[in-house]
């Protein structure tokens, strides 16, 4: 075992949220609209933006859903389980990017979006960059396990990694899971050894 196994890796804990495309953007808060900064995230070049959205179904709405920027190629909202049983959606448990999900509203100071996929629990991970894909004898899309250094003592199975040279080492889990664990931002986590099962089975 490397000393990279025993690096801590710092906690993201990731709130509802939503991605959204630039054609949904302009429907929902009109063409050309640009966010603005509320502060910035842990990844590079990633923010919260100070706008809103609510997301709404028959069953029920959560207003106040942070936009994530910059825009993407796809419309993406990201909620927990416990948000998922009050909007009466079922949602899959799946990594971010990946489709599924659907038949929520997006309701903006301009308009609507109906989402026909794209709402989803989204499946605890950890960015690294390719550096520390190395240090820690990783690759994109493994699954791995991890263990709480600080709050509760838990441990995290089923936690895919996500190599990019963009991203920096953080660890994400939902509201949901973080409460239950105890955790919060900046809080740590390490891996588990032996952990790694590689890629390809998501």
Known sequence: MT?????????????????????????LFGPGYKFNVLYPLGQPGQYAAVET???????????????????RGMTQ??????????????????????????GVTLVGPKGQVLMKE?????????????????????????????????????????VVVRVNPEYSLEFHVDTDEANASGLRNGDKVTLIHPFRVPGGNL
């Open 53 to 71: 959205v609510t997301a709404k179904t028959d069953v029920g709405e959560i207003p106040g859903i942070r936009i994530l920027g910059p825009v």
């Open 118 to 158: 794209g709402a989803i629990a989204a499946m605890r991970h950890i960015h690294m960059s390719p550096l520390d894909a190395l240090d820690f004898d990783v690759t994109d899309g493994d699954m791995v396990k991890v263990r709480s250094v600080d709050g509760r003592t838990v441990v995290f199975e089923n």
């Open 77 to 102: 909202l990201e909620i927990s389980l416990t948000d998922a049983r009050r909007l009466g959606v079922l949602v899959p448990v799946r990594i971010s990017a990946a489709g599924g999900g659907g």
């Open 3 to 27: 000393q990279g196994y025993r690096r801590a890796i710092p906690v993201g804990v990731s709130a509802r949220h939503v991605h959204l495309s630039q054609k949904d953007a302009d429907i």
